[in-house]
Structure formats: C-alpha cells, structure tokens
C-alpha cells in the first residue's frame, strides 16, 4: 500500500492557525478512527499529539486539534509558537495489520 | 516511567546481518503491541513490524518480509528485531515505539538507532 498523502509544506506567522491535511483511501482513514499525527522535531524521536483522529495525549496543548471528513485527515495547530516548527507525519491502521504513515510536512513558523 | 531504548546499531555491508534490542521498562510488554518504525536518512516515517501483547503474533510490511524477524525475549522485558539478507535501501533509524492499545497509535518511542547498509 502506498503512503498517505501530505503537502510537503506549511507555513504561518506565530498566533495564526495551520491546517495539514492527510489524504488516504476508503482502506486505511476512511474505514478506521485509527488516525493519528505525529511531531517531529530535527535529531527527535516523533512525539504523538493526536490518537483516535481528534483526542490529544496528557499534556499536548489544546492548541493542536485532528478530525476526519470520509478517506481526509487534518491536523489544525492554531495561535501558533515558535516551538511548533517541526515535521508533523499522520498514521492511519489500514487493516490486516498494517500501518501507514504520511510523507510528513514541514511546518514552519515565518 | 515509560522508557524504551534501542540498541544494536551500526554499518553492516549489503547482504549481512544485524540485532536490535529495544530494551522496556516501566510498563508490561504483556499489555501492549510494540512496533520498528524506520526512518531513511531525510525521509520520512516507514512502519516496519508488529509484535501483539501475547508475544507470538506477528506481522511485518512487505518491505522486510522474510528477511526480518520480530521477537520477544523470555524474560519479557526486550525486543529484538532479527534483520537479514540486508539491502542498501534497510539503512535508517530504527525506533522501537509502544501502541497505546490494539491498532492506535504509538504513544511511547525510544531514542533510535542508527542502521547503515554500505559496502
């Protein structure tokens, strides 16, 4: 199966919002609720910041936000920081297990 | 608390073998999936294989299938990820990473480690 699909750059100034998208098929995002995004900050390990398409972990920031629309994902970061620059990767079970990753997105913060 | 850390790593030349071992602590291996997720050198994330909480079950992307083998140890506290037959294109960081529960997402990974395949 091939990857999810990002765009493989977003952009925006501190305080305003950003909205990636994650595009699959009716196989993987569109049949499960097992989306989940992931941010990645140079030489890091990836650190989950949304599981289950839209719940954030203990001490994400509520500034970071999932949902899901049919085989579409979005990770929406609004009033972004500085220190949300960083490579952001969604991840959706696909079945059989089997998992998929997105090509990831750059996120930078003019 | 949670922590996970890969070992093993090193420059291996094509068609050659190599161990990791992910060593767990601060939860039980027998409650949760684990997973090898690489990542290629300026690539992005590549899911690699799973291991089920009871230990034998096992899957692997079709990328590695049949050259990698997916274990747990008896004592229940480390992985390993047995890799063969390895290829120019198996060289990135391997990170072991704990799901946070059947088919979720993966909420605690280890540090990586560092495959190269060169000759």
């Known amino acids: 199966q091939s990857a999810l699909t990002q765009p493989p750059s977003a952009s925006g100034s501190p305080g305003q919002s950003v909205t990636i998208s994650c595009t699959g098929t009716?196989?993987?995002?569109?049949?499960?609720?097992?989306v989940s995004w992931y941010q990645q900050h140079p030489g890091k390990a990836p650190k989950l910041i949304i599981y289950?398409?839209?719940k954030r972990p203990s001490g994400v920031p509520d500034r970071f936000s999932g949902s899901k629309s049919g085989n579409t994902a979005s990770l929406t970061v609004s009033g972004l920081q500085a220190e949300d620059e960083a490579e952001y990767y969604c991840?959706?079970?696909?079945?059989?297990?089997?998992?998929?990753f997105g090509g990831g997105t750059k996120l930078t913060v003019l | 608390q949670v922590q996970l850390v890969e070992s093993g790593g090193g420059v291996v030349q094509p068609g050659r073998s190599l161990r990791l071992s992910c060593a767990a602590s601060?939860?039980?291996?027998?409650?949760?999936?684990m997973h090898w997720v690489r990542q290629a050198p300026g690539k992005g994330l590549e899911w690699v294989a799973v291991?089920?909480?009871?230990?034998?079950?096992?899957f692997y992307a079709d990328s590695v299938k049949g050259r990698f083998t997916f274990s747990r140890d008896s004592s229940r506290t480390t992985l390993s990820l047995q890799m063969n037959s390895l290829r120019v294109d198996d060289t990135a960081v391997y990170y072991c990473?704990?799901?946070?529960?059947?088919?979720?997402?993966?909420?605690?990974w280890g540090q990586g480690a560092m495959v190269t395949v060169s000759s």
């Open positions: 990473a704990r799901e946070r529960g059947p088919f979720d997402g993966f909420d605690f």
């Open positions: 601060g939860f039980s291996l027998n409650n949760y999936g």
């Open positions: 291991i089920w909480s009871d230990g034998k079950t096992k």
């Open positions: 009716s196989s993987d995002i569109g049949s499960y609720n097992y």
């Open positions: 289950e398409v839209s």
């Open positions: 991840h959706s079970y696909a079945g059989n297990n089997n998992w998929l």
